[in-house]
T-cell receptor, first 111, second 115 residues
Framework: DAKTTQPPSMDCAEGRAANLPCNHS???????VYWYRQIHSQGPQYIIH???NNETNEMASLIITEDRKSSTLILPHATLRDTAVYYC????????????FGGGTRLMVKP | DAGVIQSPRHEVTEMGQEVTLRCKPI?????LFWYRQTMMRGLELLIY????????DSGMPEDRFSAKMPNASFSTLKIQPSEPRDSAVYFC?????????????FGPGTRLTVL
């Protein structure tokens, strides 16, 4: 799997958009970008994934640059319950569903 | 569906004892994963199964660790003998499809403390 780089921590004001960046400069053409989050004391939770197009679901939006070397996860209206560690993962879906978790970004949403 | 079920939620044992962690995946899922999470090493994949068959166990730390999946609805991770450095949170996850979708559903985890 390609490696990813994320800032170790970020703060966001409640109600504002949280923009979490991820660099994956060595991503291959058939590798997807996945985002998971882990709220304290819980198992990780899937958020969203994409290949080259921007994606949106009920939880978040994923913006992938045209060269695919970086992406941004956007939580449009962050709440206190969005405080968690967010993991950006690049994986080839042919690789047996394996996910390699890095250090992630610890997002703190403040009132 | 109740989601991925793990038991026990907490386990405290003494060094040298055998520990068995249990997992029930979501019905219909054909992939099952065991992860370990520590402060030092983060979240690591230990082993995963496809259709009850172990596919990749390269993350299993040593021979003291073993995992089985006797049927589609049950898996165990066993540590024998346990050591204090095995203290961690162990997560089980399951998923359904490989192509175009790699959403894994995680259980609540088992917090293991080896004294």
């Amino acid at each position: 799997d390609a490696k990813t780089t994320q800032p170790p921590s970020m703060d966001c004001a409640e109600g504002r958009a949280a923009n979490l960046p991820c660099n994956h400069s060595t991503i291959s053409g058939n590798e997807y970008v996945y985002w998971y989050r882990q709220i304290h004391s819980q198992g990780p939770q899937y958020i969203i994934h994409g290949l080259k197009n921007n994606e949106t679901n009920e939880m978040a939006s994923l913006i992938i640059t045209e060269d695919r070397k970086s992406s941004t996860l956007i939580l449009p209206h962050a709440t206190l319950r969005d405080t968690a560690v967010y993991y950006c993962i690049v994986t080839n879906n042919n690789a047996g569903n394996m996910l390699t978790f890095g250090g992630g970004t610890r997002l703190m949403v403040k009132p | 569906d109740a989601g991925v079920i793990q038991s026990p939620r907490h386990e405290v044992t003494e060094m040298g004892q055998e520990v068995t962690l249990r997992c029930k995946p979501i019905s219909g899922h054909d992939y099952l994963f065991w992860y370990r999470q520590t402060m030092m090493r983060g979240l690591e994949l230990l082993i995963y199964f496809n259709n009850n068959v172990p596919i990749d166990d390269s993350g299993m730390p040593e021979d003291r660790f073993s995992a089985k999946m006797p049927n589609a609805s049950f898996s165990t991770l066993k540590i024998q003998p346990s050591e204090p450095r095995d203290s961690a949170v162990y997560f089980c996850a399951s998923s359904y499809r490989v192509w175009l979708d790699n959403e894994q559903f995680f259980g609540p985890g088992t917090r293991l403390t080896v004294l």
